[in-house]
């Protein structure tokens, strides 16, 4: 919100420059973004919360300053002359036919008025704030509701159907066109203002082209009213209108500021406009507000802020804010809460309301009381051992929002999100069940600032909805692409592949001694949703798929405008954080040299290296220290279903160097284990 200080100095003198002002409000919890010299003035850009709808005013402004700077507040007198109706009955009738929507409507009217321009004085204060001048009727609702934060609005009188208000919800079929010249259908939740024909304002939100005040309009009917938030708030997004009054009174109205701010709005217009005050104020009130009362222990602001006031220290702040007081005993008091402060409620906000008055950075910097034995939460432990390992390997760490387009989950294979009834963006209208389309679209938005190189992670929850329920479960993603490392000294690039995510995925299992896990190959004839074929794989865990790694498919690629293989993964990370992480062992440089063998052998295609790596290591032959893949040879030399592994074993003893005789006979143990086990025939 645009604030003028000529225009709060109407109501308090600070006596303070713009810019330490400024700073007085910011650090009362109502920051000003800006500062804006303008023609001798200065204009404050607030950034205020949603809870501070007594804000969004040049009044409720001055209360704040008033209450900063110890400086006195004052509201112009307002005197209004009424002039009697010709008959005993009111000139226009108010009836409210849905008091849970609205529980207060007041309406004025105003004979003889001549619309035109605006005064000088009128013009410059709300072009100050950014306002455009319309005529002089208008201008004056608009003044006022900057003024005291109260919308309200103005009729032709003379247009208005059987010269009656009828508040009520919109029949079905009902249409208006809005003072944007927008036609508008309308739903039956909808709270409209009508005549005895028709709708003619859509309340707390925009009045109707057919009643507007135009250059012939002698006669002006006022509106003053308070709307149910949450009615308006649905119908302004349902209508996709957002105007000054849906602002305020979706977020919460002030039900004692009704007759005020139509009574303030009477007087100016009959100042700036002519005319005369036909009767009294229709004031309709069809449910009443109780006052809310909150207790303040004094001794409680000290225990929950460290901060130490005094109570009359702190009875001068409430005061000054329009608190008032109820009782006061030794030790606390009893608080009425102003109708302008819908946030308050409890104890809590009335402390809150003290403290930062007297200033946020009084607030002392301790560390708070724990009682425990300073051990990590259930799994914590292995998750901060994954982030230092993850960020030790050049990964930067993303955070992406709960929520992504349903067409991208469908495109990686993973099951429909749930739907979001009311979406921020209709392009990312589901909760996510993957973390991978927010992690393709972190390393697509590198792409676009020029980063090629990118190796990101995150950790979250994806959301699965079945029979009713909604189950959260907390995922690990991986993406890498680009370069592996620096280029070497001949400027070859070393690219990241399958393989080395495969790695790094083993080198986690290795750190968080999760052996359990294994790689397997899509089912034959099958593939993996969004992932190339032949480079992706399955992650299983007791023949159970936890996850899944691989290239990102062309098609996929292209959504994201990918102009380079993207590599990643993803799993349950529970399969990671099961179980306990053993304290470091510490182990002595070998002494002794290795030896190492190959071994060249046929075996059966659907045998995976993993798994003949498995069944070597169930040898447990002491000596052995390590099996790799050396060579994978296929072709006519090699009967058909069947491929020529070359593996490399590594012997060592911890305590002396082997004899050829003691590897030999190690090195047959193995051989003849794959003949007789796994039908192998040596090369």
């Given at each position: 919100?645009k604030?003028?200080l000529?225009?709060?100095?109407t109501y308090?003198?600070?006596?303070?420059?713009?810019?330490?002002?400024?700073?007085?409000?910011?650090?009362?919890?109502?920051?000003?973004?800006?500062?804006t010299?303008?023609?001798g003035?200065?204009i404050?850009?607030?950034?205020?919360t949603?809870?501070?709808?007594?804000?969004?005013?040049?009044f409720g402004?001055?209360?704040?300053a008033?209450v900063?700077t110890?400086a006195?507040l004052s509201?112009?007198?307002?005197?209004?002359?009424?002039?009697?109706?010709?008959?005993?009955?009111?000139?226009v009738?108010?009836?409210i036919a849905?008091?849970?929507?609205?529980?207060?409507?007041?309406?004025?009217?105003?004979?003889?008025v001549?619309?035109?321009?605006?005064p000088?004085?009128?013009?410059?204060?709300?072009a100050?704030?950014?306002?455009?001048?319309i005529n002089?009727i208008?201008?004056?609702?608009?003044f006022?509701l900057?003024?005291?934060?109260?919308?309200?609005?103005?009729?032709?009188f003379?247009?208005?159907?059987g010269r009656?208000?009828?508040?009520?919800t919109?029949?079905p079929g009902?249409?208006?066109?809005?003072?944007?010249?927008?036609?508008?259908?309308l739903s039956?939740?909808?709270l409209?203002?009508?005549d005895?024909?028709?709708p003619?304002?859509?309340?707390?939100?925009?009045?109707?082209?057919?009643?507007?005040?135009s250059?012939?309009?002698?006669?002006?009917l006022?509106?003053s009213a308070?709307?149910?938030?949450?009615?308006?708030?649905t119908?302004a997004?349902?209508i996709?209108?957002?105007t000054?009054?849906?602002?305020?009174?979706?977020?919460?109205?002030?039900?004692?500021?009704v007759?005020r701010a139509?009574?303030?709005?009477?007087?100016?217009i009959v100042?700036?406009a002519?005319g005369?005050?036909?009767?009294?104020p229709?004031?309709?009130?069809?449910?009443?507000?109780?006052?809310?009362?909150?207790?303040l222990?004094y001794?409680r602001?000290?225990?929950?802020t460290?901060?130490?006031?005094?109570?009359?220290?702190a009875?001068d702040?409430?005061?000054?804010?329009?608190?008032?007081?109820?009782t006061?005993?030794?030790g606390?008091?009893?608080?009425?809460?102003?109708?302008f402060?819908?946030?308050?409620?409890i104890?809590?906000d009335?402390i809150?309301?003290?403290?930062?008055?007297?200033g946020?950075?009084?607030i002392?910097a301790?560390?708070?009381?724990?009682?425990?034995?300073?051990?990590?939460?259930?799994?914590?432990e292995?998750r901060?051992i994954?982030?230092?390992t993850?960020?030790?390997?050049?990964?930067?760490?993303?955070?992406s929002?709960?929520?992504?387009?349903g067409e991208v989950?469908?495109a990686?294979?993973?099951?429909?999100g749930?739907p979001?009834?009311?979406p921020?963006d209709?392009?990312?209208?589901?909760?996510r069940?993957?973390l991978?389309p927010?992690?393709?679209?972190?390393?697509?938005?590198?792409?676009?600032f020029?980063?090629?190189?990118?190796r990101?992670?995150?950790?979250?929850k994806?959301?699965?909805h079945?029979d009713?329920?909604?189950?959260?479960?907390?995922?690990?993603?991986?993406?890498?692409t680009?370069?592996n490392?620096?280029?070497?000294?001949?400027?070859?690039?070393?690219?990241?592949?399958?393989h080395?995510?495969?790695?790094?995925?083993e080198l986690?299992?290795d750190?968080l001694?999760c052996?359990s896990?294994?790689?397997a190959a899509?089912?034959e004839?099958?593939?993996?949703?969004?992932f190339?074929?032949?480079?992706a794989?399955?992650?299983?865990?007791?023949?159970?798929?936890?996850?899944?790694?691989?290239?990102i498919?062309?098609?996929?690629?292209?959504?994201?405008?990918?102009?380079?293989?993207v590599?990643?993964?993803e799993?349950?990370?529970?399969?990671?954080?099961?179980?306990?992480v053993?304290?470091p062992?510490?182990c002595p440089?070998?002494?002794y040299p290795r030896?190492?063998?190959?071994i060249?052998?046929?075996?059966?295609?659907?045998?995976s290296?993993?798994?003949?790596q498995?069944?070597?290591?169930?040898?447990a032959i002491p000596?052995l220290e390590?099996v790799?893949?050396?060579?994978?040879?296929?072709g006519?030399?090699?009967p058909?279903?069947q491929r020529?592994l070359?593996?490399?074993l590594?012997y060592?003893?911890s305590d002396r160097?082997l004899?050829d005789?003691e590897?030999?006979?190690?090195?047959?143990?193995?051989?003849?284990?794959?003949?007789?086990?796994?039908g192998?025939t040596i090369?």
């Amino acid at each position: 919100m645009k604030a003028s200080l000529n225009w709060l100095e109407t109501y308090v003198k600070p006596n303070l420059p713009a810019y330490e002002l400024a700073q007085r409000f910011t650090a009362a919890g109502l920051p000003v973004d800006a500062v804006t010299p303008n023609n001798g003035d200065f204009i404050f850009d607030f950034d205020l919360t949603t809870n501070r709808p007594d804000a969004l005013c040049h009044f409720g402004l001055a209360r704040e300053a008033a209450v900063l700077t110890g400086a006195q507040l004052s509201f112009p007198a307002i005197h209004l002359t009424e002039q009697a109706t010709a008959g005993e009955s009111p000139p226009v009738h108010v009836h409210i036919a849905a008091p849970e929507l609205c529980h207060r409507y007041a309406a004025r009217l105003i004979q003889g008025v001549r619309v035109g321009p605006s005064p000088d004085w009128l013009v410059r204060r709300l072009a100050s704030v950014g306002q455009r001048s319309i005529n002089n009727i208008v201008d004056v609702t608009n003044f006022v509701l900057l003024e005291l934060g109260h919308p309200l609005h103005a009729f032709d009188f003379e247009r208005l159907a059987g010269r009656c208000i009828v508040v009520r919800t919109a029949q079905p079929g009902e249409t208006i066109v809005t003072l944007d010249g927008v036609h508008r259908a309308l739903s039956p939740e909808m709270l409209m203002i009508c005549d005895a024909e028709r709708p003619v304002a859509i309340a707390g939100i925009m009045g109707g082209a057919d009643t507007e005040i135009s250059p012939t309009t002698t006669c002006v009917l006022l509106e003053s009213a308070w709307f149910d938030p949450t009615s308006i708030r649905t119908t302004a997004r349902k209508i996709g209108l957002q105007t000054e009054a849906s602002r305020r009174f979706e977020r919460g109205a002030d039900f004692e500021n009704v007759r005020r701010a139509i009574d303030r709005c009477a007087q100016l217009i009959v100042e700036v406009a002519g005319g005369a005050v036909v009767g009294g104020p229709l004031d309709v009130i069809a449910k009443t507000r109780t006052p809310v009362t909150v207790r303040l222990r004094y001794a409680r602001i000290a225990a929950l802020t460290g901060v130490e006031v005094t109570p009359s220290k702190a009875a001068d702040i409430l005061t000054g804010l329009g608190f008032e007081l109820v009782t006061e005993d030794e030790g606390e008091s009893e608080w009425i809460v102003p109708s302008f402060r819908v946030d308050v409620s409890i104890e809590e906000d009335l402390i809150e309301e003290v403290v930062r008055h007297v200033g946020y950075d009084a607030i002392p910097a301790t560390l708070p009381a724990w009682n425990g034995a300073g051990e990590y939460l259930p799994g914590e432990e292995r998750r901060r051992i994954l982030r230092q390992t993850l960020l030790a390997h050049g990964f930067y760490e993303a955070i992406s929002f709960s929520w992504c387009s349903g067409e991208v989950l469908s495109a990686i294979g993973a099951p429909p999100g749930l739907p979001i009834a009311n979406p921020l963006d209709q392009q990312e209208n589901e909760l996510r069940t993957s973390l991978l389309p927010g992690l393709l679209a972190a390393v697509a938005r590198n792409f676009r600032f020029g980063i090629d190189d990118v190796r990101l992670f995150e950790i979250g929850k994806v959301f699965t909805h079945a029979d009713g329920r909604l189950t959260e479960t907390e995922h690990l993603a991986l993406a890498i692409t680009g370069r592996n490392l620096p280029d070497d000294w001949r400027g070859q690039p070393t690219g990241e592949n399958f393989h080395i995510l495969k790695g790094i995925l083993e080198l986690l299992c290795d750190v968080l001694h999760c052996s359990s896990m294994t790689f397997a190959a899509p089912v034959e004839g099958t593939t993996l949703p969004g992932f190339l074929p032949g480079q992706a794989a399955l992650l299983q865990v007791a023949g159970q798929t936890v996850g899944r790694l691989g290239r990102i498919a062309p098609p996929l690629a292209s959504r994201f405008d990918m102009k380079q293989p993207v590599y990643v993964a993803e799993l349950e990370l529970a399969t990671l954080l099961a179980g306990k992480v053993p304290l470091p062992a510490y182990c002595p440089l070998p002494r002794y040299p290795r030896v190492e063998r190959d071994i060249s052998a046929v075996f059966d295609a659907t045998l995976s290296f993993a798994s003949i790596q498995d069944f070597i290591s169930r040898l447990a032959i002491p000596e052995l220290e390590l099996v790799r893949l050396r060579d994978v040879f296929t072709g006519a030399q090699i009967p058909p279903g069947q491929r020529a592994l070359t593996l490399n074993l590594w012997y060592r003893a911890s305590d002396r160097t082997l004899t050829d005789e003691e590897v030999a006979e190690r090195h047959r143990q193995v051989v003849e284990a794959l003949r007789t086990h796994l039908g192998a025939t040596i090369r």
